[in-house]
């Protein structure tokens, strides 16, 4: 029998969303809840890739024979990427990464006291754009667009700035898409200017048809 697909593929997923402390017992969160990312790592997994899957805090259980590491920060989440970056032949990043971060993390609760508060949030670095700039020959870099408006153009803008292969455009406003859904609607748009438009279907599905798509521009790009 022919061996699995990404068999001695290093595979590298981010997926969830980083969570931002402002005191000991709150934090700035979104609503990404992982299951995108944890798709697409089951499946790279089932289909013989080595796995690592960088996971922002979820309630979900670790995919079988993925190696999980679990970080709550964008500062955390950068680090645990860039550690493994080298070494991975695809990176997937699926994580919805906050752009940005209380600027000073108060070390005692907050007490309720004005009737406005005010917190001051500065921005956090770009992993993704950081992986485009020192990324390899023959290294993959998959990311991902969480949109509300311009959906094409904005991605179209990703991809370039971000360089990278491919990027998975999704509208989150629509219905079934997005965050915390179990479908999702996208678009694959590749640096060579091609789109394909998949409807809507499980996040399973989706995860399959971009891996069956890496795997093709294996073969083809390099
Ligand atoms: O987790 P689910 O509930 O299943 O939802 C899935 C999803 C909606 C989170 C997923 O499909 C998705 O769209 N993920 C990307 C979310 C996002 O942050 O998109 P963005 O357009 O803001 O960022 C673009 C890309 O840059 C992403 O690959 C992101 O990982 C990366 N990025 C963004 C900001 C940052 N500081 N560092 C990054 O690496």
Redesign the pocket.
Known sequence: TASPEFAGKKILV????TIEPIDPVRYIG????????YALARNAAKRGGAVTLISGP?GLAAPEAVEVIRVET?AQMRTAVLTRFADADIII???????YRPREVAPQKIKKAGEVLSITLEK??????E?GQIKRQRQILV?????TQNLID?ARE?IVR?NLDM??A?N?TLPGA????DT?I?KLLYKDGNIEDLPKMS?DEVARIILDKIHQYCQTAY
């Open positions: 981010t997926a969830g969303g979104n609503r990404s809840s992982g299951k995108m990312g979820t964008a990043k699926a994580a919805a990464v906050a752009d956090n670095p770009d992993i993704l754009t992986l990311g991902f667009a969480a949109e904005n990703k971000k990027i998975v999704n989150v997005g965050f915390n859904t999702n996208v996040k």
